[in-house]
């Protein structure tokens, strides 16, 4: 395996760090060139001295000169703004693969100028593919760019895949139903902040786990799947599995179903993405099955979370109706986050959200910044009404 010379986009988020973790486990097989971050500017300017990168983009400029001046000194590039990293995402050529870890919607153009450049994309942001599915899927086809899952789910089912020529019956995608899978929807009403962000099995940033306890993480998972595995959303079977395992499975066409399988630890699926089609060895606990004891499956109660049920019908209408899905979850659930809505207001100002939404059948991407900003917008109205 030749060195690979990588690129993290949110390399100081939750995936980001644990990137760079798998990374200096094997120095000699990964080099990391360019780290980008919004505000965490201390945590960039430290792991780009420790890491001896080339360049670090500052995405929100007010923090421009500070990371300048500590890295100046140790003659690595600062540039500032999300348009910065476009550029340098679509014209350096000493970059093999893009992680892209940036979370929500502000994913999408960076990636775009990933694939553009001819990267190999190390995908861990869902919002670019549920907001601009056929665009990235087209245009990586266009330009000949892979496109790796980072997402456990998708990475369980890519591996299942491997070495398999048959064409696939179902995909069986797992969820750990998150910490209010026994709540009745009585309980759900009063969940609170501190409750939602305390998931059982996963270590997350605070967007994705508050998407985890509503399940709409899981139909954007769903909405990737369809995207990266060519499938229609009724090929996808949404299976709740609390001890997260089983990261997902894959059935074939004589009823055979091959599952993947490692404790819930990210690195296990980053890792594969950055090596692939190699297997490294990985300092990551190993699975106990006597300690396990038992597996458990059960259907998701879409009438406890409807986010399930949005996004598949969001899907199913297609065109730009997912994307005004995600520019409402993510203004929903950040007013959630700052404690100026319920829990259960979430799905409710998604729908309404969709409701509004004037269709597009095949939007191109500037239909989908629209979309995008109409549906901020609207989103952001209806949270004076709840107020």
């Known amino acids: ?16 760090t644990q990137t760079l973790d798998v990374i200096s486990q094997h120095p000699d097989l990964f080099e990391v060139v360019l780290l980008t971050a919004n505000n965490n500017s201390k945590l960039l300017i430290e792991q780009a001295i420790k890491f001896d990168v080339n360049t670090v983009v500052i995405c929100n400029e007010t923090h421009y000169k500070d990371v300048q001046k500590a890295l100046d000194p ?58 601009a599915g056929s665009i990235v899927t087209r245009e990586a086809k266009k330009h000949h760019c892979p496109i790796l899952p980072v997402d ?27 910490p209010f899978r026994t709540f009745s929807y009585e309980e759900l009403v009063g969940v609170t902040k501190a409750q939602a962000l305390n998931h059982p099995n ?13 399940m709409m993480n899981k139909g954007f998972e769903m909405i990737e799947a369809r995207w990266l595995f060519d499938v229609t959303p009724k090929d996808i079977e949404i299976v709740v599995h609390p001890q997260s395992i089983i990261h997902s499975m894959v059935r074939y066409r004589d009823s055979s179903v091959i599952a993947q399988m490692n404790v819930p630890d990210m690195r296990v699926p980053i890792q594969y993405a950055l090596s692939y089609p190699y297997r490294l060895n990985l300092d990551v606990p190993r699975i106990d099955f006597s300690e ?28 730009n109706i997912p994307c005004a899905m ?9 007013a959630f986050l700052e404690e100026k809505i319920g829990y259960m207001d979430i799905p409710d100002i998604i729908e309404k959200t969709i409701e509004h939404t004037a269709f597009i059948s095949r939007p191109e991407i500037d239909e989908i910044l629209q979309t995008n900003e109409e549906g901020r917008n609207f989103a952001q109205s209806l949270l004076k009404k709840i107020n």
């Open 292 to 319: 396990i004891g038992t597996f458990t499956f059960e259907k998701p109660d879409v009438n406890k979370f409807p986010c399930i049920r949005i996004a598949y019908d969001a899907i199913s209408k297609g065109g």
């Open 202 to 214: 996963w270590n997350m940033g605070a967007k994705v786990t508050i998407d985890s306890s509503t």
């Open 152 to 178: 456990s789910e998708h990475s369980a089912i890519f591996q299942c895949l491997q070495g398999n020529r048959s064409p696939i019956e179902k995909i069986l995608l797992t969820a750990s139903g998150g």
């Open 74 to 131: 140790h003659y690595i590039k600062v540039f500032a703004g999300i348009n910065s990293v476009e550029d340098i995402l679509s014209s350096y050529d000493n970059i093999d693969i893009v992680v892209a870890a940036m979370v929500g919607f502000s994913g999408l153009k960076p990636t775009m100028a990933a694939i553009r450049g001819g990267k190999t994309i190390a995908l861990a942001n869902k919002e670019t593919l549920v907001a």
């Open 1 to 16: 395996m030749t060195k690979k010379r990588i690129a993290i986009l949110g390399s100081t988020g939750s995936i980001g």
């Open 326 to 334: 995600n520019a409402a979850n993510e203004i929903a659930v950040k």
